[in-house]
């Protein structure tokens, strides 16, 4: 089957509009990622200038030629804005139009007038600058854990590379138009046949994007604490589940804190829950400042947190906790012109085992924070065996004296 560049084109026009359409519905499911909105009109505006220029040889190439180029580059220009926007970058009005009035201003030049294959590589240029731009702007953004950007960077680069590439190659391989005719042209004809497909592929590897993103987003929300941007209770215990797992394997030293920020109901009584949640994010932000990057910190409750300190000694945990509460009653003498003097006891409890339960030290780290707490607050307690044993002692007492107060009213 013979498919001419007069049928891609059509195909083309119709590929391009439904392609736009299907983004802006899209779009309107969710317009919290107005990147796709851009990328749409990107499909529609590519389609109407694909239009002008199947009108090659019945309209002035005042329209078929400058025009159709013009909104061409404005086309690629929208998707390099999208690509932005997308990675909540601002948009740049004067490089959404800056191809289509140097492709016009070109256009315009005596020398260039009869230069068609001058004219020709300056628009190849032209695309293949906003092409690598829009794969640029994803590159930028590989910090986000989103696969798709792969594919869609490697297609825009490659893409942008063949338009780049395309006056050259046509010089040299042994395709050219059949009387003098330009639509006959073989080379045309790969050219729009990759376009097109291009322009499916690039399509839905976008859609990909946004709807990862929006995925990535809600797992996120699920896992992460919305007031300190640390994970909360369920991330907390699903991720030191992993580390129990690595720890069967390869044991080494842990330490588990449980840090409680003392007086908090009265910091709120005082000073207002708003200013309360400002104590919340100091602590969360001044606790990653004092633990590693491979330390695990977590909310799981309201004013209580916990950490799991891999290979690390008793020693080094206890200062690492000792680091949390000295920099935190720094930070928190005074929040928003108020003098709050927060302050935090926190509970150490380190685990030299093979086997690694983090329920069971935090029970345990809780032991010690109740110690810390009984004894003056704003202090660091590591639990020890006597320690548990002498709350585990505590805990039973109250059972026996009601026992024998039962036993000495049954005799009465």
């Known amino acids: 089957m013979n498919l001419d ?3 891609l084109f059509m195909v083309t026009i119709y590929v391009e509009a439904i392609l736009g359409l299907l983004l802006l519905f899209a779009w309107a499911q969710n317009m919290a990622i107005r990147a796709v909105a851009w990328w749409g009109f990107g499909h529609l505006i590519r389609a109407a200038s694909i239009v002008l220029f199947g009108m090659y040889g019945s309209a002035p190439e005042l329209i078929t030629i400058d025009l159709a180029n013009a909104l061409l580059f404005t ?3 929208i998707t390099w804005t999208g690509a932005r926007v997308f990675d909540g970058r601002p948009v740049e009005p004067v490089y959404l139009v800056t191809g289509a009035v140097l492709w016009l201003l070109v256009c315009r030049l005596p020398l260039l007038t ?10 190849s240029g032209i695309i293949t600058t906003y092409t690598w731009l829009t794969a640029y702007e994803f590159w930028r953004g590989r910090n986000e854990a989103l696969v798709s950007r792969w594919p869609a960077i490697f297609m825009l680069f490659a893409h942008g590379a063949l338009f780049l590439l395309r006056t050259p190659l046509a010089a040299v391989l042994p395709w050219s138009p059949t009387n003098n005719d ?3 042209s073989v080379w045309l004809t790969v050219l729009s046949f990759e376009a097109l497909l291009f322009t499916i592929s690039i399509a839905f590897i976008l859609l990909a994007m946004a709807k990862e993103r929006t995925e990535l987003r809600h797992r996120t929300a699920a896992m992460v604490d919305p007031l300190t941007g640390i994970p909360n209770r369920r991330a907390f215990l699903q991720e030191a589940g992993v580390i129990a797992k690595r720890h069967s394997s390869n044991p080494r030293p842990t330490a588990v804190l449980l840090v409680d920020l003392d007086h908090f109901k009265t910091i709120n009584d005082r000073f207002g829950h708003a200013l309360g949640d400002r104590v919340l994010e100091i602590f969360a932000a001044t606790t990653l400042e004092s633990v590693r990057t491979s330390d695990l910190i977590g909310r799981i409750g309201g004013e209580e947190f916990a950490a799991v ?10 200062a690492v906790a000792e680091r949390i509460r000295e920099a935190f009653a720094k930070a928190a003498q005074e929040v928003d012109g108020r003098p709050v003097c927060a302050t935090v006891s926190i509970g150490v409890v380190h685990c030299d085992g ?3 339960d983090v329920p069971e030290l935090l029970a345990q780290a809780d032991q010690a924070l109740y110690c810390a707490k009984e004894n003056g607050r704003n202090r660091v307690e590591i639990a020890s065996l006597e320690m548990l044993l002498k709350r585990k002692d505590e805990a039973q007492a109250p059972s026996t004296t009601a026992l024998a107060s039962t036993a000495s009213q049954s005799a009465a």
């Open 309 to 318: 300190l891999s290979d690390t000694s008793s020693e080094r945990a206890l």
């Open 182 to 184: 330009i639509f006959g």
């Open 354 to 356: 093979e086997v690694l």
């Open 114 to 123: 009869d230069a068609i294959e001058m004219r020709a590589m300056i628009a």
């Open 5 to 7: 560049v007069n049928t």
């Open 75 to 77: 086309a690629f220009a």
